[in-house]
């Protein structure tokens, strides 16, 4: 039965913590209507970092690039090629994939931006107004919220 409470407990810490990042990536983004810190991927991100932090794919380096190696190849071909969304995809999804696990930057949340980046039709600004700045917010709130709040080891 303390398995099922300890498993209970962490569940609502994960949740709270996910929503606090979350919130505060949202009022930021809510300031000014050029900054959009959010993007669709980092929910399920919030997922590792609080709920699972000891996994590898939670670490800070995977988090990162993870989302900018998914985010990347997608603008870079929605800017130099066109054509059907479902190939576009396709392909954006195939490079990111490839890159996280040749560069050992496995973050599987990332695996979803290059959908997001083409059916949004999101250019070069996402890249350095949400995936980046986002990424490194939710690195360093996770930092603070694991190691200060919620004392224990991230990562």
């Avoid at 300031?31 to 590792?48: E, K, N, P, R």
Wanted: charged share 5%; hydrophobic share 55%; glycine share 8%.
């Amino acid at each position: 039965m303390g398995s099922y409470k300890t498993k209970v407990f962490n569940a609502l810490i994960a949740g709270f913590a996910s929503m606090l990042t979350i919130g505060i990536l949202a009022y930021l983004s809510s300031i000014h209507i050029s900054i959009m810190l959010l993007a669709v991927s980092f929910g399920a991100t919030l997922v590792l970092t609080y709920g699972f932090p000891d996994n590898p794919f939670a670490h800070p380096i995977n988090i990162f690039f993870g989302h900018f190696i998914t985010a990347f190849p997608a603008v870079v071909i929605t800017s130099i090629f066109s054509g059907p969304a479902y190939l576009l995809i396709a392909i954006s999804v195939g490079i990111g994939i490839f890159l996280m696990i040749a560069l050992d930057v496995v973050h599987p949340p990332a695996g979803g931006n290059p959908i997001a980046v083409i059916l949004s039709n999101h250019s070069y600004d996402f890249l350095l107004q949400s995936i980046i700045p986002g990424s490194l917010l939710i690195i360093i709130l996770s930092y603070v919220v694991n190691n200060f709040l919620l004392k224990r080891k991230y990562p």
